[in-house]
């Protein structure tokens, strides 16, 4: 069971993943969730790092999306200012929306790597997509009510895998 839900990757945050090493891996777009992956969790706060990141992403020229579950005027200040295009209301772990962000990029979804901080949404819709998938933590405690009770199943989990020496020091408590 935990195979369907078991990212390829974990990464810090989305500045430590690294282009070149995506590329290598035969990669050639990538999706993003927006809460708690792009920005704090309900809000528009891009920050420098991010902007910076995504100026590397054009420069590679990789196609990128975002895929979330939110919608509305926030997602779009965020799709706007990274200039990437927004799968909104995508109702994520449906694998419906990975496959229409893939077809946005017109890249093939098993060589989309999706990048999000939850398990049982992102990684688990992105896996059924046929998609690479990259675990971040998240950038913020602020959750859904919804959400926090998918964390306690989640850290379990993250425990196991630590265990098992898949996630690199420092990755998160
Ligand atoms: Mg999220």
């Given at each position: 069971?935990?195979?369907?839900?078991?990212?390829?990757?974990?990464?810090?945050?989305?500045?430590?993943?690294?282009?070149?090493?995506l590329?290598?891996?035969?990669?050639?777009?990538?999706?993003?969730?927006?809460?708690?992956?792009?920005?704090?969790?309900n809000?528009?706060?891009?920050?420098?790092?991010?902007?910076?990141?995504?100026?590397?992403?054009?420069?590679?020229?990789?196609?990128?999306?975002?895929?979330?579950?939110?919608?509305?005027q926030?997602?779009?200040?965020?799709?706007?200012?990274?200039?990437?295009?927004?799968?909104?209301?995508?109702?994520k772990?449906?694998?419906?929306?990975?496959?229409?962000?893939?077809?946005?990029?017109?890249?093939?979804?098993?060589?989309?790597?999706?990048?999000?901080?939850?398990?049982?949404?992102?990684?688990?819709?992105?896996?059924?997509?046929?998609?690479?998938?990259?675990?971040?933590?998240?950038?913020?405690?602020?959750?859904?009510?919804?959400?926090?009770?998918?964390?306690?199943?989640?850290?379990?989990?993250?425990?196991?895998?630590?265990?098992?020496?898949?996630?690199?020091?420092?990755?998160?408590?």
């Amino acid at each position: 069971m935990p195979a369907w839900f078991k990212p390829d990757l974990f990464v810090p945050s989305v500045t430590g993943i690294d282009l070149a090493d995506l590329k290598a891996r035969g990669l050639a777009g990538l999706c993003f969730d927006l809460d708690n992956t792009l920005v704090p969790w309900n809000t528009a706060d891009v920050s420098r790092e991010i902007m910076d990141w995504f100026a590397q992403v054009h420069a590679a020229g990789l196609p990128a999306c975002i895929v979330t579950n939110a919608g509305g005027q926030r997602v779009s200040v965020v799709s706007e200012m990274l200039g990437v295009p927004a799968v909104v209301w995508a109702g994520k772990p449906s694998v419906t929306a990975f496959l229409a962000g893939a077809k946005l990029m017109r890249v093939h979804p098993a060589r989309v790597a999706m990048v999000g901080d939850q398990l049982f949404t992102d990684i688990l819709g992105a896996k059924r997509a046929g998609m690479f998938t990259i675990l971040v933590a998240p950038i913020t405690p602020r959750d859904f009510a919804t959400t926090k009770i998918l964390r306690l199943a989640e850290r379990f989990f993250l425990r196991r895998w630590r265990r098992e020496g898949l996630i690199p020091p420092g990755y998160r408590s």
